[in-house]
């Protein structure tokens, strides 16, 4: 996450006061969560799927397709699933499921570079992680080092380009100062119903700013560099700059937050960034806003 804020009861944060005296309008009105975008929903086969591949139908018939991560095959026939495969069935989807969403070894290229929204990077799944290794903590530093050279406060794993659930953040955005966290396979258990508007910017979509409302904290679980599990409650700015990676991690970016007021100010800006990205890869933006106004 960029810096920002317009009334935040927590600490001045880098940009802060250039922020506070843009004389950019700004709308406040309270909007419910988005919904997620469909694909997350998808991407792993369903039960019914696995009973079917396992009551004896010829492999071709339910090959995996990585491309869409459906599994074609014929309708089954109901006698053919029979009691006794059920709970091995469902251990089999548990495994699949976990074999699927856990990344190995982590590989990354250096120097590590932040990729800017509409890069499918962004939108693409993020694994589990599951080794621990020096390799893993070179990454969190390396990032660390990518979120203070370019001012962030806040920075998730697939910004750079690597699929994985971790997210590095330190509220004081400056080297040296602060408490820098890391924070690995994270997931919230809980939200308060209090929740607060706030100015958020992100690395990936430079010179955009706008006003997301979020709850104002969340109780979490997640695993430290070392693989150590722990629950911690974050509130205030830590809260908010957790939610923001989080979303990241789920494939969500900030905009899709906003209220379609909010969204129609920076839309122009949003095209903007599709445009650059189109001349900058040669390639159609894989995706574009669109108003919900
Ligand atoms: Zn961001």
Redesign the pocket.
């Known amino acids: ?2 810096a920002m804020l317009t009334s935040s009861p927590f600490k001045p944060l880098l940009y802060c006061s250039s922020l506070l005296s843009s004389s950019k309008a700004r709308v406040f009105s309270s909007s419910p969560l988005l919904p997620l975008m469909p694909a997350y929903y998808s991407s792993v086969p369903d039960v019914r799927h696995v009973v079917e591949a396992v009551a004896g139908k010829p492999s071709s018939q339910y090959s995996l397709s990585s491309s869409t991560d459906r599994v074609i095959l014929q309708k089954p026939s109901k006698s053919r699933v029979v009691a006794y495969g059920r709970r091995s069935l469902l251990s089999e989807l548990q495994e699949l499921r976990e074999e699927k969403d856990v990344a190995g070894p982590l590989e990354y290229e250096t120097p590590l570079n932040v990729v800017l929204y509409p890069d499918p990077r962004l939108r693409a799944k993020n694994k589990r992680i599951s080794v621990f290794d020096e390799n893993l903590e070179k990454f969190a530093k390396d990032m660390f080092e990518v979120m203070y050279k370019t001012d962030g406060v ?3 794993a697939p ?1 750079v380009g690597v699929n994985v659930q971790l997210m590095v953040f330190n509220p004081e955005g400056e080297k040296g100062k602060g408490e820098e966290i890391v924070l690995i396979n994270p997931r919230i258990f809980k939200y308060s119903n209090k929740r607060s508007l706030f100015t ?6 430079p010179g955009i700013e706008a006003d997301v409302e979020r709850p104002v904290s969340v109780k979490i679980d997640a695993q430290d560099i070392k693989g150590k599990k722990f629950n911690i409650h974050l509130k205030g700015f830590q809260a908010r700059i957790f939610q ?2 989080y ?2 991690l789920q494939s969500t ?2 905009f899709e937050r906003m209220t379609p007021d909010v969204l129609e100010t920076i839309i122009p800006a949003l095209e903007q960034l599709e445009r650059e990205y189109q001349q900058r890869t040669g390639l159609p933006s894989p995706e574009k806003v669109k108003s919900k106004a």
């Not at 958020?200 to 979509?205: A, R, T």
């Open positions: 996450m960029h806040g920075l998730s910004q958020e910017g992100c690395l990936s979509f923001h990676e979303d990241h970016l900030f």
